[in-house]
Structure formats: C-alpha cells, structure tokens
C-alpha cells in the first residue's frame, strides 16, 4: 500500500505523543514513589526512631554538645499502651515542662531536654553534698566516675506514681537544667530513650582521636522496687 506524503508526520507525531505519555507516566511513578518514601521516613521518625542533636553541655561526660544521637521511640508507645518501662540510668528526651509549648512544637521536636533517670515512682531522692540518695542510701553512679559531682544539697522528695526524677550528668552548678529545678518528670511525656552516639564518627580527646560512636547502655546502678516498676 502506498503512504501519502502527510503519513510519516502522522506517524511521527503519534510516536511523539507515546513517549510523552511514558514520560509522563514515569513521572508520576516518581512523585508517588518521592511521596511515599517521604510518609515512610515521617512515620518510622515518629513512632520508631529518629536522631536528635545535643545542644549544650548539661550531659557531660556522656554526650557532648553537638553530638547526634539516635533515640528509641517505641517504649514510648509502648508505656502509652501500659506496656513496658523506663529504668534509672536510661537516658530520656521529653518536651521542656517549664514551657507550655503548642502541639506544632512538640511535633517538630523544639524544646526538647535530653536528661538521664535517676530514680523512679515511689523512690524518695535527696542530694547530699552532691551525693545523689535513694531511699536514703547512696546510689554509684558509675557514668560520673572521674567526674565532678557537685557539692549541693537538694531536700528529699518522693516522685509520684507515673513520674521519674531526672538529671543532667554535668554536676556543675547550673549546668543542667533538670528535676532539681522543675521537679519530676511525667513518664507519658517522655518521647523516647536515646541508645546510640552516630555522629562525629570521630572525636579528639586528652589523648589524641578516639572512636566516637557508642552505646548508650547504662545498667541500672540499683534495682528498681516493685512499685516503680508497676507505675512505670
């Protein structure tokens, strides 16, 4: 069959439209794919894990300003759903309590303070000559060994049901902004429990560069009573 002369342009242009079409197509495969891995990466930051950035120096000797450490979140959900709990010696970050922050803020993650437990619900706390007590016996405290413990004294108080008593390692006067100052804290308010150091890879020390990334896992320096661990 013989083809007109207006037939290679018909057939061009339709070969045109079809690889538009693919184009096209291919295009928005990708946006919903961009999409998709977007959602994903959100839900598994909020309900799984996500990274938070030290800021300031009130966790020395454990973490330092500007290190990020990678946080737990699914003992949070987990304690909202009466499973699971925290213990003294986890490291917790939770929403400032001196602050009345909108819910856009808690989302987004600003305000937050990176402490350690020290002490559960039931447990009564005092410092003594920068001594922590609990239950009126000295608690070791073997993430502060070498390090300066403070000579403050703080009244005993006895944490309520549902709440834990924290503090910054950094034992310097006003070094840390924790319990001591706003009290103990509301265990279903904490967001996570920070586990792992992943950056700087690297960091230089009294004795030249050492390897940085760590685990965060302190065993309990005392057992937690029955009562912490029920409410908690």
Known sequence: MSRGPGDDTASLGAGTASVQAAAGRSARSWLALGIA??????????FVAGVVVVH?????????????VLVLRT?????RFGLGSYRPGDIVFF??????????????????????IVAGPGDTVAMRAGELLVDGRPRPERYLTGAFRGVGSVPRIRIPTGHVYVM?????????????????????????????????????GR?????????????????????AAAAR
Do not use: Q, Y
């Not at 891995?37 to 909020?46: E, I, K, Q, T, Y």
């Not at 001591?180 to 586990?195: K, L």
């Open 56 to 68: 300031g120096h009130s966790m020395e000797p454990t973490l330092h300003n500007g290190e990020r």
């Open 168 to 204: 910054g390692d950094n034992r310097r006067p006003t070094a840390s902004f924790d319990s001591r100052s706003f009290g103990p804290v509301a265990a279903g308010s904490i967001e996570g429990r920070a586990v792992l150091v992943i950056w700087p890879l690297v960091r230089r």
């Open 37 to 46: 891995a977007v959602l994903v990466g959100l839900l598994v930051s909020f």
């Open 95 to 116: 929403p400032d309590p001196s602050r009345k922050e909108t819910g856009l803020d808690r989302i987004l993650g600003k305000h937050l303070l990176i402490k350690r």
């Open 207 to 227: 004795h030249g560069w050492r390897w940085n990334v760590r685990l965060l896992d302190e065993p309990a320096p005392a057992p937690v009573t029955g009562r």
């Open 75 to 79: 003992g949070a959900w987990l304690h």
